[in-house]
């Protein structure tokens, strides 16, 4: 485990902190160092708000000097995506419409790890209106893989995917509607956590679909994961649909053993028409696992198409629901590829609507039938390693759809079910770009996956590998 201060852990630094082993001014002058070298060529930052980070920062020493502490995050300089609103502070969504868009109130997850102490250093970029696989911005430019620059970082959690490989921030919230934090964590070589629908309050987050959107961190680590899960997690008077299920202690299950678990192996859909490089690594995550002590079994799925089809339709209807009055009004103010993707969903009879969401529960049923007794199910995030940011820029274009179905081809089932899926790094391709594999759990059973995915990165070091230069 690294000792510079930028290079840590979340869950290092904040006990580094808490300590006083390191300050919280020298840690924010490190990570703004490296975000200083690393911007340029990046663009993984919206916003950079250096002198105001090193005030705060200075501020939490003062304090933790007094024997005052915030929280667990106390003092840990930190960036999210630009569409989780802060009273006081611009957040663009990625967009030109809310480029000035400034909010009174402070989305509820943001303001958790506000009280825990973390220390602000700016927002990070996103697909516009987090509505795109890819990472590419028409209005301010394509974030790029730290790994290899000519590279998408996958999306719409763009900047938060490349930002934390990059070690540009200890972690970032993301979002994940159809993919937008898994993508990035297979593309960018980093831990990202798809939570359960209502696991995280959605209040004060910008809006894509209402029955999809999910609030999730990337960080290094299943060990960070757990440790902002546990913060953020839990009803909220803000929001109705937050769950009033118990909140566990996810950093305890992280310390749990893998024996004893049972993992599946789809026997189709997620196997099928898979890069080779894809393939070998599934292949050795599988036998890494089954090593540790996992028993390791075949599992027979529902049809994943209809899910995937059915996730697709239902982010189409409601987000053009959302959109509807600006696209009327500001058609002109939106990116061609978005623009036209939101149009299409004003295509979709209502009828056809409502008879998509009656069947979420029969097919939850199902899935829920073929996994039982099995404790997670494993399969790739995406078919292959990052293309390129040229090959997959087809803005509106006729192969538009074909390129964003293909990334997200194993990441919507997940959405429509509802279902919690843990992204880990789980190998590199001969070229030097990473792989992620996923872990899909059961409701609310996020434990379980942070539980499998700190097992891996205990016998593997994939997640604290880190691009070299930039």
């Known amino acids: 485990m690294s000792t510079e201060p930028a290079l840590m852990t979340l869950v290092a630094v904040a006990k580094a902190i808490a300590e006083k082993k390191v300050s919280s001014r020298e840690v924010t002058r490190a990570v703004l160092h490296r975000i200083a070298e690393w911007q340029p060529r990046l663009n993984a930052y919206m916003t950079i708000e250096a002198e105001q980070a090193l005030a705060a920062a200075d501020a939490a020493d003062a304090d933790l000097a007094k024997g005052s502490s915030h929280g667990v995050l106390h003092g840990v300089p930190m960036a999210h995506k630009d569409m989780y609103y802060e009273a006081g502070k611009v957040v663009t969504c990625g967009s030109l419409i809310r480029r000035d868009f400034v909010p009174k109130t402070t989305a509820t997850a943001l303001q958790r ?25 028409v209005h301010y430019g394509a974030v790029h893989n730290p790994w290899n620059v000519d590279h998408i970082t996958g999306g719409s959690s763009s900047g938060s995917g490349s930002a934390v490989a990059a070690r540009l921030t200890f972690a970032a919230l993301g979002s994940d509607t159809g993919g937008s934090i898994r993508m990035p964590a297979h593309f960018c070589g980093v831990t990202g956590l798809k939570t359960t629908v209502g696991r995280v309050s959605r209040a004060g987050a910008m809006p894509l679909s209402q029955s999809l959107d999910t609030v999730g961190p990337l960080a290094q ?23 009033t299920q118990p909140v566990p202690d996810y950093l305890a299950a992280t310390r749990e053993p893998l024996k004893g678990l049972k993992i599946g192996v789809p026997t189709a859909f997620y196997v099928d028409d898979l890069d080779p490089e894809v393939a070998r690594v599934l292949d050795e995550t599988i036998e890494t696992l089954r090593k540790d002590g996992a028993e390791i079994v075949k599992v027979e799925l529902p049809d994943q198409r ?138 609310f059973e996020e434990a379980v996956l942070l539980r499998i995915g700190a097992a891996f990165q205990r016998v593997t070091d994939f997640h604290a590998r880190m691009p070299t230069s930039a």
């Not at 790890?113 to 911005?137: C, I, W, Y």
């Not at 680590?221 to 769950?243: F, N, V």
Request: aromatic content about 6%.
């Open 221 to 243: 680590t299943a060990e960070d994961c757990a440790l902002l899960l546990g913060l953020m997690a839990g009803s909220d008077p803000e929001d109705l649909t937050a769950s």
């Open 306 to 443: 209809q899910l995937s089809a059915a996730s697709q339709l239902v982010l189409a209807a409601e987000s053009a629901a959302f959109h509807k009055r600006w696209m009327i009004e500001r058609p002109q103010d939106y990116g061609a590829q978005v623009l036209m993707r939101l149009q299409n969903g004003l295509a979709i009879p209502a009828v056809t609507y409502l008879e998509t969401m009656r069947w979420r529960g029969p097919a939850l049923a199902a899935h829920n039938a073929a996994v039982s007794g099995i404790d997670a199910v494993i399969a790739p995030v995406g078919p292959i390693p990052a293309p390129t940011i040229a090959e997959s820029d087809v803005g509106n274009g006729p192969g538009a759809e074909a390129v964003i179905q293909r990334l997200t081809r194993f990441t919507r089932p997940v959405n429509y079910l509802g279902l919690p899926s843990l992204a880990i790094p789980s190998g590199f391709t001969r070229t030097g770009l990473p792989v992620g594999m996923q872990l899909i759990g059961r409701a």
């Open 113 to 137: 790890l506000k009280d825990a102490g973390q220390v602000r250093l700016g927002s990070l970029q996103m697909v516009e209106f987090a509505f795109g696989p890819t990472g590419h911005n």
